[in-house]
Structure formats: C-alpha cells, structure tokens
C-alpha cells in the first residue's frame, strides 16, 4: 500500500512541472496568433484593393491560420489526454479509499492504520481534483480562443470571398469596354477607309492624265520628277497645279468627314539610293526627303488645308518599293507618298 501511494505520489510530482510547460508554451503560441492577427487585419484593411496581391496575401495567411489552428487542436488533445489520465488516477485513487473505509468498518484494531491511510489519501485526492479543475478551466479557455480564431477566419474567408468577387466582377467590366472599344475602332477604321477610297478615285480622276501618278496599296504615290527638278525641294510649275488639285479634293473631303475622326494626311517624300555630293544644298538623301515633303504641306496650307490635318515626314533612301540599281528603280524609289490616316 505505501509503494503504491509513492508511485501515485511520484507521479503527481513529474507530470505537473510538464502541464505547465506545454500550458505555457500554448498560451505564447496564442499570444503570437492574435498578434499575427491583428496584423493580418491591418494588412488587410489597407491592402484590400490591390486585388491580386491582396488575394495572394490573404491566402497565405489563411494557410498559416489554418497551420496554427492544427497547433491548437493538437494541445487541445494533449491537454484532453493528461485530463483523462488525471481523471482515471481520481477514480483510482477513489476506489482505494472506498476500500479502506470498507476495511475501517471490518475491525477496530486496524481503524487507526485505515483512518491515517484515508486521510492521505483525501489529502492526494483534494490534490487531484484541484489539478483537474484547472485543467478544465485551461481546456475551456482554449476552447473559447479556438472558436474566435475560428470566427476570425470565416471573417477572413468572406473577405477573401468579397475581394474575388470584386475581382471578377471588374474584370468582366474590363473585358466588356475592351470588346466595345474593339467595335469602336473597328467601326471607326472601316469609316475612315470608305473616306480613304473616296478621297483615292477623287484623285484618281482629278490627276488620271499623268502616267507617273498610281495608287499603291493605301497610298498615292506621285514620282518626284511631277512635282521637283533634280536636287531640289521647290515645287516646279506643273507640281503646284498638281498639288492646286490635290488641295481642292483636300478640302471637298474635309467637309465630309465627320468631326470626332481624327484624320491626317501624311506626306511621305522619298529617294533614290544616289549620294548626294555634299556639296549642295543637302548634304544627304535624308534631308532632301524631309524638305520635299514639307514643302507640299506648306503649299497645301497656303492653299487652305488645316494645318492639324498635315505630316510631313522623310524616308530618304531606306524605303525603297522597287529593289536594285537600274535607272528604273531609282526612278520608282524618287516618290511622294500621300496616306490618309488617323492621328
């Protein structure tokens, strides 16, 4: 009887110092989740509209809830574990005392032996039942932060849910102004190319006397010697009464077109792949190019183009729509180009 009460001792004495560890270390893990709550909650009310950050975000941090969450439950078990234990040794040691009183109501000659052994065992057994009831107490209140973590990350899930809704929900409106403004455009181009072919079989018949004058693809294309001498960037006699022309249809069209089509006539002037010698008056291909063209858009604005409807740009050499070096294509390659364009 005395081994086995200095067993049941002895293991009062071991099992106690490490309930209170694991007690412990349960209560710093929870101080640590509702600090990284706190801050997930602040995060969260700040980062909400970055969409998919925010989503990634939140999905790890629903990932490491759920990790703590397993931590908890796993000293929840624990702590459930040593209760019972704790409560199967009470029922133990209740027996035993039922049994000495049994044996104390036997004979008198042992009722002193039976009253000492009783009364350290209900001293074991108060000892036992405050241990249990603290236990039970920790048990609850793990239990009730259990269930806030829990609340907490439904929260966080219906905030998860909300932030991909809105996601979604922007995302189709993306994609609906993305297809209305594809029909803008395309509504827009197809409007400006029937301008763009009416404005084409205009010229077409105001300069058909001119063999050297051709539509390309969704370009006019005039050859320099129509409208400049050799070298130069002046419009010769016969070039200003072609482009007199050109600015008449300029105008017609202009009335035509609608306002909110932000149109351009781009005149594009071009060379040959001859050097210049230097020493002229350009000193290369790239400069006569660019002085060609800008001189057809300023004898179109005196001639009443809008300014804003006007671009003069220059190719040199480098754009050539005839390859080789035959006196033939080189004359091709000499060329002014005209596009009716948007802005």
């Known amino acids: 009887m005395a081994l086995s009460r200095n067993r049941r001792g002895d293991r009062g004495v071991d099992y106690w110092p490490g309930f209170v560890d694991a007690f412990a270390t349960l209560l710093l893990a929870l101080m640590f989740l509702l600090s990284v709550f706190v801050m997930a909650q602040f995060l969260l009310s700040r980062e909400i509209s970055g969409q998919d950050e925010v989503l990634n975000r939140l999905n790890s941090q629903l990932n490491e809830l759920t990790q703590l ?13 040593a209760l019972a234990n704790m409560q199967a040794t009470l029922s133990d040691t209740e027996g035993e005392r039922s049994r000495l009183q049994e044996l104390l109501s036997r004979g008198a000659g042992a009722s002193g032996a039976a009253e000492a ?43 998860l849910d909300a932030s991909e ?20 455009l395309a509504q827009r181009v197809q409007e400006l190319n029937r301008y763009r072919s009416d404005f084409f079989g205009r010229l077409r018949e105001i300069l058909s006397d001119r063999e050297n004058i051709r539509i390309v693809g969704d370009r006019f294309v005039l050859q320099s010697e ?24 300029i105008l017609e069209l202009a009335r035509e077109i609608p306002t909110d ?4 006539l781009r005149v594009d002037g071009h060379t040959d792949n001859v050097p210049l010698s230097g020493t002229g008056r350009y000193a290369d291909n790239w400069e006569l190019s660019t002085a060609r063209s800008t001189s057809v858009v300023k ?12 671009v003069a740009a220059g190719f040199g050499e480098f754009q050539p729509i005839e390859e080789g070096d035959s006196p033939r ?10 596009k009716l364009t948007e802005r």
């Open 69 to 81: 969450l397993a931590l908890e439950r796993s000293g929840k078990q624990d702590l459930e574990d």
């Open 329 to 338: 294509a080189r004359a091709i390659n000499r060329r002014i180009e005209l």
């Open 299 to 310: 004898f179109l604005i005196e001639q009443g183009v809008p300014a804003h409807r006007l």
């Open 165 to 184: 809704a809105k996601d979604r929900s922007s995302q189709t409106k993306i994609a609906d102004l993305g297809r209305r403004l594809n029909v803008a």
């Open 261 to 264: 089509i932000n149109w351009v």
């Open 117 to 159: 052994q009783i009364g350290a065992l209900t001293q074991s057994l108060d000892e036992e039942k405050q241990i249990s009831q603290r236990a039970m107490s920790q048990v609850e209140l793990l239990n009730q932060q259990i269930a806030a973590l829990r609340r907490q990350m439904a929260a966080l899930e219906d905030a």
């Open 226 to 249: 129509v409208l400049f001498s050799s070298g130069s960037s002046d419009l010769n006699v016969d070039g200003k009464e072609e482009m007199a022309k050109l600015a008449g249809a």
